[in-house]
């Protein structure tokens, strides 16, 4: 499995990097796309390079952003040309290999193991990538070249933007052993949290503890973690038209009001109801289990 060309290709603030083709004057300004404060939807969605230095973070209500950054400039998101964008993006990936995984509308794993003898090695198809991406549709992306799709995800973000970085069997502890556990692909706030009072500060500390205490502690996910950081991901890529099966179907929405009393909710849960029961039908599932989860107006769940 070592011998597999992976690559992951992130396209570099997606949302902003379109929006701002559209506004090419304000490309020297901090701008920030976000969702509509009159739906409730005022968070910011994305961000560019000038406005990440004011420290403007994804999913931080504006006025949160506007704190720190008062010259910030808010756009609106444009779903459709998003949208059009990633599939101009993903046509440029097939002239590689048909061995393409999205991962969400703005990355991809690509497989190139059975195109290196066409195109060069990962790195070269990498870089070639880059500019192809750059000089055709008029935005950037990072690359992380890797021989399993965990080091190629982490490749694509340890350098933005505009970048290729390869992460072999042989410099992978190099490059990511010293970094925060945090950025450990999987390891979201909560998992960082229990890792870092155990003594896991690192991604290599990681490498070096007891498989079976991280199993007792996080269950499986301890023990996927483990083999993360060590490089044992034997995961495929999968076609992009590969379709798995779902382990569960949910409908969110987020209301112009709060849900004063009962008859609001009511009208809430029939209309999300609906909504799931016409999926499940779609898929010619049933539930066995139902899950109910509301987040309040300081967006806790």
């Known amino acids: 499995m070592r ?63 506007k704190k720190k950054c008062p010259e910030l400039v808010i756009l609106p998101p444009l779903m459709d040309e998003y949208k059009r964008y990633s599939k101009l993006a993903g046509q440029i990936y097939s002239r590689y290999t048909d061995m393409i995984e999205p991962f969400g509308i703005d990355e991809c794993w690509l497989d190139v193991t059975g195109s290196v003898h066409l195109f060069g090695s990962g790195k070269e ?93 996080l269950g499986e996910n301890g023990r996927v973690l483990w083999r993360y950081a060590n490089g044992y991901d034997y995961s495929p890529v999968l076609r992009f038209d590969y379709q798995e099966a779902y382990k569960s179907i949910g409908n969110g929405a987020t209301f112009k009001r709060d849900l004063m009393n009962f008859g609001d909710v009511r009208t809430c849960i029939f209309f999300l109801c609906d909504k799931v029961a016409a999926r499940l039908r779609k898929h010619n599932y049933e539930c066995s289990a139902l899950q109910v989860g509301i987040k309040d107006t300081h967006f806790q769940t």
Do not use: Q, W
């Open 3 to 65: 011998d597999r060309v992976i690559l992951h290709c992130d396209l570099n603030n997606f949302f902003a990097s379109v929006s701002l083709l559209s506004n090419p004057t304000l490309k020297n300004l901090p701008v920030a796309v976000c969702g509509d404060k009159e739906n409730r939807h005022g968070i910011v969605l994305a961000k560019n390079d000038i406005a990440k230095k004011f420290n403007v973070k994804t999913a931080e209500a504006i006025f949160e952003a």
């Open 125 to 217: 198809i990498a870089d070639e990538l880059r500019e192809v991406i750059k000089k055709e549709i008029g935005v950037t992306i990072s690359v992380g070249v890797s021989y399993n799709k965990i080091f190629a995800k982490m490749g694509s973000d340890y350098k933005k933007p505009d970048a290729t970085t390869e992460i072999t069997p042989e410099n992978f502890k190099e490059l990511l052993y010293s970094l925060p556990i945090g950025d450990l692909f999987m390891v979201g706030r909560k998992t960082a949290e229990k890792l870092r009072s155990i003594g896991i500060r690192k991604i290599g500390d990681l490498e070096e503890f007891d498989e079976k205490i991280l199993y007792r502690i």
